[in-house]
C-alpha cells in the first residue's frame, strides 16, 4: 500500500497535466435561424480572449476607414471641404444655440431610406459597386468637419462693451476708437429736396417709430465724444427738454457757478460691422446710448439692440450658404451621440 503511493500522486499529477492541456478555447458555429450566421468563441474559465486587430491594422498599408474632425476658420472652407468630401448620404448639422453656435458635416451619415431597402454604394478603395444586406443603411458617422462660427474682433469689441458702464474717459476712448463701425443714417433724397430714411430693416424702422428716436451720425458722435473729453472730470447735471425728450448733460467746474458746459446726448445710432472672423459680410446693427447719473458723476452705457435677432439672421444666412454651396440643407439640432 504504501508503495503505491507515489503512483497515485504521479497519476493526479497526470490528469490534473491532461486536463490543463484539454482547456483550451475553442470555436462554434452560431445561427439565429435565417440564413446569418456567425462564428463565436468558447474561452475557457481563467483564459483572456486577446484583441488581435490592433496588431493586424499595423501592417495596413491605408487606413481602414475616415475618421476624425476638422476644425474650419471661415465659411467657405468649410463648403469646400465638405464638396471635396460629400456623398449622397452626408448631412450638416446646425447648433443654434446662442451662446455655442457652431456648423458640423457629417460625411459618412446614415444613408436616407427605410431600413428595409438594399443599398448599393460605391467601395472607397478600388470603386468597385458593392451590394449591401438588406437593412445595412447604418454608417460611422466618423469622418466630421467643424464651423463654429468665429467672431471678428470688431463683434467682439462690441458685445463686450455693450451694457457695461464706462466712466467718462473710457467711453470717450472706445467711441473714438469705434467710431469707424458708426453708419450714417441711410437716406433717399428726392428732387424736391425732401429726404425719407431708406432703412431696410423694418425692426430698426419700427423701433425708430415707437420710440420716436432720431438717428446719430458719425459727426454727431465724434462732436459728443470730444465734447465729453474736454468736459471730463467735472460735475455734472441733467437737462430734460420735455417738450422734445432731448436729454443734455451739463458739465460745471467745481468752485464755478457759470460757464457751464453743455453736451446733448444722441440716444440711437447704427453700426455696420462683421459680426464672424473672415466673413466680407458686414450686419447693420441698432445701439442705444444710455447714461447713469451717479452722484455729480456720469456713467456711459452703450447696448447692442436685440443681438438675439442679429445671431438669428447671421445663422439663417451660413444655412443658406451652406445649401448654395453644397446643395446640402441644413439640419437645425444635433446628430445622437458617435
Known sequence: MQESQPALADL??????????????????????TSDGAVAMLVPKGYALEDVKPILDAFRTRPERREGTAKLTDMASFTA?????????????????I?????????????????????????VDDGDDVIDEPGHRARNGKHRAMYTFPKSRVFEAWRNASGKPMD???FAAFLEQRLVDVLPPPTSVYADGREESALADPEIRKLIATLDKKLATPGDLARFARGIQITAGR?????????????????????????ADKVKVPNLFLIAIPVLQND????????????R?????????????ELERVWERVLAHACQ??????TITPLRGWPTAG
Open 81 to 97: 471641404w465638405v464638396n471635396r468630401h460629400r456623398d449622397d448620404g452626408s448631412v450638416v448639422f446646425c447648433k443654434d444655440n
Open 293 to 305: 447719473m451717479a452722484g455729480s458723476s456720469v456713467k456711459w452705457i452703450v447696448e447692442l439692440h
Open 168 to 170: 467718462q474717459g473710457e
Open 99 to 123: 451662446n455655442d453656435p457652431s456648423l458640423l458635416a457629417i460625411i459618412d451619415y446614415d444613408m436616407a431610406g427605410p431600413e428595409q431597402a438594399a443599398l448599393t454604394y460605391p467601395r
Open 321 to 326: 450658404t451652406v445649401e448654395q454651396a453644397t
Open 280 to 291: 466680407p459680410e458686414a450686419w447693420l446693427i441698432a445701439v442705444h446710448l444710455r447714461y
Open 235 to 259: 460735475m455734472a447735471k441733467q437737462e430734460l427738454n420735455r417738450d422734445t425728450g432731448e436729454a443734455t448733460v451739463v458739465y460745471q467746474e467745481e468752485h464755478q457757478g457759470e460757464g
Open 12 to 33: 493526479r499529477q497526470l490528469a490534473e497535466f491532461i486536463q490543463q492541456n484539454t482547456r483550451v478555447p475553442q470555436t462554434i458555429s452560431v445561427s439565429r435561424g
